[in-house]
């Protein structure tokens, strides 16, 4: 039977928006796709083959992502799961298969959901899979290969080409149909590619509730190849949150809430990102995208336009530079930025997270001056200068992805004079820029501060941003070390680098030493698959004061498995310089605490006494003792000038 000609039969389209039986779906899902007509004998298992003798470097990211696809997931829950392998196997294969794809973040949302799928053979009166362990994954491998190919073709991609597209007609589409909350969005610079990348390049696998994501997928996969119901499901998504009252953070609220209740970029994003299952269920949800009315014609007359232009000038402009003086970037290209700015030359160091190995390259010429940089494999920093203000500022450039919009989602939001700012960002090419702010004194990794009140002047900013974060913004930096503290003018430390930082809550369940990221030596709940919380950057301080103490690397003499040893199981933390103050030793026994429950927070260590006492021999603050009305114990107003600093 043809596929085509199936999915001519009005009645069996209805028949499948209604939903298809979770007992044949994954067969249907095969057959819709024409899975088959990809299929070649004995491909898969030779990509099993070579992923023991071919190791790709992108294999070290695959790994890392894994675990957190599916991490409530019974099938996918623990390190050692079938259904981790299978994952594991299944991505692998794939990016020796089709190399010039490789891997890219997504692919494990779509390939977890297809295993969960595929049929298995149950032995009887076990949960033991007998005889179709490979076939599910080879189901699941070819299935992919269709979807990526027919359905999906440019959206993982290094350029991400045609998922940019698609953010640019899904644009032009909720201008037509939500003209009002199409330009509240403009005006506070939010555009689809901000949640259209973890919409569509998830297929709604991290938006909507999961019986409503299977039927999404049966239409998909009957309906979908030109990704209509892409469109559909994301302008219904919008519209019923927007149209219909929402039970959202105990609050009864009102119609139009995306225009009334959320006016900011940051709570924009936050509910776009974050969307409440209230009226999303699956029959809600398909009702209403149905009901919206699309132009086959003008879709295809967006794409054109969409196509021409990246074919000549890059993409239409989807983000902007915000909060720059005038001039300073004229237009959103790479040319622009090339030629708005000089390279100022310099070593750049650490170029992004999770890098490879570096190497040496130039953007171009600006001002007759190449501009030199080092680049990684997922990104590159360049230290600019403004050719006519002679102002510096800092290019960070990373491919589009869900976690540089992740980060950039983190970045727009903070607002600290102890953190380093965000002041522009935009995308060309598929990269993703962001402008921020220079820190004219580099960072701390080479300095030793063996002079107590000047480490504690620094550690007293470093918390500073920590309380910030941690209270405020609610978000866990995870990255926390002398190579993320950078100097600017003043002296005043400031936080950076927030590629790995997520929110509250973000990273929970069994966790693996990847969550906790570069916090090394890991803290002890590392070892005992305890998510990162707001104890774990307190962890790093500790690690981070006594490195930039000693000037040498807590533990670096000893190997993995020692320090596993000694921290997962013992708590020990490297050792403390003898002639350091009892203070300071107090201090410290409060940031490496065993227990992460029982660490200090950033607030409670601004009131610490070391800092108390060192902060104020150093700077001349003045201390006055406050009461707290909620705590009803003593705690300490720092005021500094004209400045009065909540601690």
Same mark, same amino acid.
Request: proline share 4%; aromatic share 8%.
């Given at each position: ?55 790709? %470097? ?10 957190? &696809? ?32 490789g891997y890219c973040q997504g692919m494990?949302?779509?390939?977890? &959901? ?94 909507? %509730? ?24 994301g302008l219904a998504i919008i519209w ?21 209740? &959320? $006016? ?129 500022? *800092?290019?960070?450039?990373? $491919?589009?992805?869900?976690?540089? *919009? ?75 070390? %002398? ?25 929970s369940g069994n966790a693996r030493l ?8 890991? $803290? ?7 998510? $990162? ?48 103050? %009892? ?39 003045? *201390? ?24």
């Amino acid at each position: 039977m043809d596929a085509g000609a199936v999915k001519k039969d009005s009645k069996l389209k209805k028949l499948v928006r209604s939903g298809i039986p979770a007992s044949v779906r994954g067969r249907a899902w095969q057959f819709l796709a024409g899975s088959a007509g990809y299929r070649k004998t004995g491909v898969y298992e030779v990509g099993v083959e070579l992923i023991r003798r071919d190791r790709l %470097p992108i294999f070290d990211v695959i790994e890392r992502d894994i675990h957190r &696809c599916y991490p409530e997931h019974v099938m996918f829950r623990d390190e050692n799961s079938q259904g981790q392998a299978d994952l594991n196997n299944v991505l692998k294969a794939y990016a020796h298969y089709n190399p010039s794809v490789g891997y890219c973040q997504g692919m494990g949302r779509l390939v977890g &959901c297809m295993l969960m799928q595929m049929p298995a053979e149950v032995g009887s009166g076990t949960n033991r899979r007998l005889l179709f362990v490979d076939r599910e994954c080879t189901d699941s491998f070819w299935l992919l290969v269709a979807t990526i190919d027919k359905y999906m073709a440019g959206y993982f991609i290094p350029t991400l080409s045609q998922l940019r597209i698609d953010a640019y007609v899904f644009e032009q589409l909720l201008r037509e149909h939500e003209p009002k909350l199409a330009q509240h969005m403009v005006d506070n610079d939010v555009v689809p590619l901000m949640y259209i990348t973890q919409w569509f390049l998830t297929a709604f696998t991290l938006t909507l %509730p999961w019986p409503t994501v299977l039927r999404v997928w049966d239409v998909f996969y009957f309906e979908g190849i030109e990704r209509i119901v892409f469109y559909r499901i994301g302008l219904a998504i919008i519209w019923l949150n927007r149209a219909f009252a929402i039970h959202l953070n105990c609050h009864f609220l009102s119609t139009d809430h995306l225009l009334r209740h &959320c $006016p900011t970029n940051a709570e924009l994003l936050e509910f776009l990102l974050h969307i409440p299952f209230d009226n999303l269920g699956p029959e809600n949800l398909l009702e209403t995208a149905f009901k919206i009315k699309l132009s086959k014609d003008d879709i295809k007359k967006y794409s054109r336009k969409a196509s021409s232009e990246a074919s000549t000038q890059g993409l239409p402009v989807e983000f902007g530079i915000n909060n720059l003086s005038a001039g300073q970037l004229s237009n959103n290209s790479a040319s622009a930025l090339v030629g708005a700015m000089a390279g100022v030359g310099g070593k750049i160091k650490r170029t992004a997270v999770g890098g490879g190995s570096a190497h040496s390259g130039s953007l171009g010429k600006a001002g007759g001056k190449k501009i030199s940089f080092i680049a990684g494999t997922y990104g590159s920093v360049h230290k600019m200068r403004h050719i006519k203000t002679g102002e510096v500022r *800092v290019a960070k450039v990373q $491919p589009v992805s869900m976690a540089s *919009v992740h980060e950039l989602e983190i970045m727009r939001t903070l607002r600290h004079e102890n953190v380093i700012s965000l002041e522009g960002f935009f995308e060309v090419d598929g990269a993703l820029v962001f402008v921020m702010e220079f820190a004219a004194h580099g960072d701390l990794s080479s300095i030793q501060l063996t002079s107590e009140p000047a480490l504690a002047r620094v550690v007293y900013d470093i918390l500073r941003a920590l309380a910030y974060l941690h209270d405020d913004a609610g978000i866990i930096h995870r990255d926390l070390k %002398p190579e993320n503290l950078l100097r600017a003018e003043g002296n005043v430390v400031k936080i950076a680098d927030f590629g790995t930082a997520v929110r509250s809550g973000e990273v929970s369940g069994n966790a693996r030493l990847e969550d906790f990221v570069d916090t090394l030596p890991v $803290p002890p709940e590392a070892f005992r698959g305890l998510p $990162p919380t707001f104890a774990t950057d307190i962890w790093a301080l500790g690690i981070t004061l006594i490195e930039l103490l000693t000037a040498e690397y807590p533990h670096g003499e000893l190997e993995d498995d020692e320090i596993a040893r000694l921290v997962g199981w013992t708590g020990e933390h490297p050792p403390v310089p003898q002639d350091a103050s %009892p203070l300071l030793h107090a201090f410290l026994k409060r940031c490496l605490t065993f227990s992460p429950s029982l660490r200090a927070t950033a607030r409670e260590l601004l009131r610490h006494p070391w800092i108390v006492e060192h902060v104020m021999k150093e700077t001349g603050i003045g *201390v006055v003792l406050v009461v707290d009305r909620h705590l009803q114990e003593g705690g300490i107003c720092i005021v500094d000038g004209a400045r009065a600093l909540n601690v």
